[in-house]
């Protein structure tokens, strides 16, 4: 397959590369900054970077006192701004560097963005602090006492305003915004403006001297700015080489996007160095377009804002991804965060089927337990339950019914857990009724031929969910759904009286990846003994509907017809989550999945789980979901039973995250995977 393909190019797929700079500092003397600007620049350029940003007062040095204030000092800065200015163009990117800059009889602390080999424009300091240790209302004015919104710059006149918004003419959402430190801490910083105007990532030039604390003080900001902007944020601030008579500096850079962090620079180092990462600026407009408080807002508190075009040019070339990209989007790779995520998860579960026993007064609950992991979840879940509620385990009525296809594995697993846990297990042979119900409906397999067709298969499904509901009406209980969140994603289930209904279901919002992460979970904090040997056991079985029985040794793979539930919840998340299209899926799947031994899995990932998938695998498990997902199985989802929202983006009922007709066609999204997905 041709690497050259747009396919294989992060920007095709709507990314912007951003750089935070960390140059060695050096004090008061704009040349020697301009070449480590200039060092950093040509390194950003050759690492493919789009946009790069540097501290504050990056060219003469923040922690310079009355030195600014120096004709020689400022004079040399206007000219070492068009020497970087010709190097951005040089590197085929925009830089936006700090610098003290006159407009008529006062000084301004600006953001001075280079692009195309000019100065793109001047952004000014909105907020200048002058408390504690600072004192920079001594040497500027502040952004509001500018007298014109242009300025002159070795000859040129730009526009010099706070707020401008910087626009690529020629890459749809690569916009961006520049605040200056100080304007972050404010309570309405100018960049909240920015992004309802329209920046997509925003910048903040910062020096910020370092104290015991103020790190974490500055990742907080960040993560809740770019989560309440919608937006990237991109925070650098001085480093090494700053005057050190009275404060001290880290240089702390971080890129964040949606709160949460995608790089981070190193801190108290001594040499230059970049901090980078891909921006996803077209999830960036997605979520704002399905987000209507942010429109509300743009149109409430929003203002006229002056936009500043550029042309960013286009590159060549395959780019891997830089920046996290989670292989499971349900399951975390840090270990603390999965740890938080379960607890979560299963809380909500039990709280929701608690505060469902409690309206209807059921003391009872009829689960079908067949040894795989859904229906243990739902178990593991029910029995939390009871226990708050301070029931007896034992009305818990769990029924395995074997049916053509069942294994002795399976079963004996369903028995075990059930002891295990204490409830009251029976069993039910449905292999009578259902040769009953076939030979009633005429259907060979009633003649003895072997045809195990999808009426075949329903007929088993169905007569288990109709003893359940006639268990529950005798018992003065409800029937506990299993069926889980890819499940319905995919239409893996037999609608109406089948597997697709229940009185509740726990598992609705939980997607098939995580709910393996959630047994783990509950084995190694819940259960010891027994039951945590069962709980194992049920993990390592292959997941089957077991309705078709074994042929030449091979059981009925659920996988093996809808795909791997690894790749088909990574479909899932990003199509329901953010809409992207099907050929953005089809390569952040080949990003996260095409080779094992590169990326973090999830703690406790078996190794038989550590798989990778090529390109042409990708692309034909996602035809197959998209066809599932848009045009046959919403008419399941459409009428699903009640049950808790669980994960963000996660709920297929149509009274939560989703709503969509039943009678679509997957047309457009197969066509647009076509035409932009190479074989």
Known sequence: MPQTHPFHSARTHGFVRVAAATPVVHTADPVSNAGEHAALIRRAGEQGVDLIVFPELSLSGYAIDDLLMQDALLAEVE????????????????????????????????????????????????????????????????????????????????????????????RPGFVFAAEICEDFWAPQPPSTRAALAGARILLNLSASNIVIGKADERAVLCASQSMRAQCGYVFTASGWGESTTDLAWDGQATIHELGAKLAEGERF????????????????????????????????????????????????GATDLMR????FPFVPDDPARLDQDCFEAFNIQVQGLMRRLKATGSQSLVIGVSGGLDSTQALLVACRAFDRMGLPRTGILG???????????????????MKALGITGAEIDIRPAAERMLKDIGHPYAEGQPVHDITFENVQAGLRTDYLFRLANQNGGL??????LSELALGWATYGVGDHMSHYNVNGGVAKTLIRHLIRWVAAREHEGAAGEVLQAILDTE??????????????????????????????????????????????????????????????????????????????????????????SQFKRSTVPNGPKVVTGGSLSPRGDWRAPSDATARVWLDELDANVPD
């Open 479 to 484: 029937v506990l759904g299993t069926g889980d």
């Open 324 to 327: 996290p990209l989670d292989r």
């Open 79 to 170: 000219r070492q701004i068009a020497v970087l200015a010709e190097a951005a163009d040089a590197a085929g990117l925009v830089a936006v560097i700090g610098a003290p800059v006159r407009s008529g009889d006062a000084l301004f602390n600006c953001a001075v963005v280079l692009g195309s080999g000019s100065v793109l424009g001047v952004v000014p300091k909105t907020y200048l602090p002058n408390y504690r240790e600072y004192y920079e209302k001594r040497w500027f004015a502040p952004a509001a006492s500018r007298a014109e919104d242009t300025v002159l710059l070795n000859g040129e006149t730009v526009d010099f305003a706070p707020g401008l918004i910087f626009e690529a003419v020629d």
């Open 543 to 632: 997941i089957s509907p077991e309705l078709v029985p074994a042929r030449d040794g091979q059981i009925q793979s659920t996988e093996a017809t809808v795909g791997p539930y690894a790749l088909n919840d990574f479909f899932l998340f990003y199509i329901t989550r953010f809409g992207l299209k099907p050929s953005k899926v089809a390569y952040l799947a080949h990003q996260a999945w095409k080779d094992a031994a590169t990326g973090l899995w999830p703690a406790n990932s078996p190794d038989n789980e550590k798989v990778e998938y090529d390109l042409a695998t990708i692309k034909a498990w996602l035809r197959k979901f998209l066809v599932r997902f848009f045009q046959t």
């Open 269 to 316: 180092a001594l040499e230059s160095h970049l901090t980078i990462a891909d921006v996803d600026v077209e999830r960036i407009g997605l979520d704002r377009l399905r987000n209507g408080t942010f429109a509300d807002c743009a149109r409430l508190e929003g203002e006229p804002a002056t936009i500043v075009p550029f042309e960013a040019g286009e590159r060549e």
């Open 399 to 417: 029924f395995t019914m074997p049916g053509f296809a069942t294994s002795e594995g399976t079963k004996s697993n369903a028995w075990a857990l």
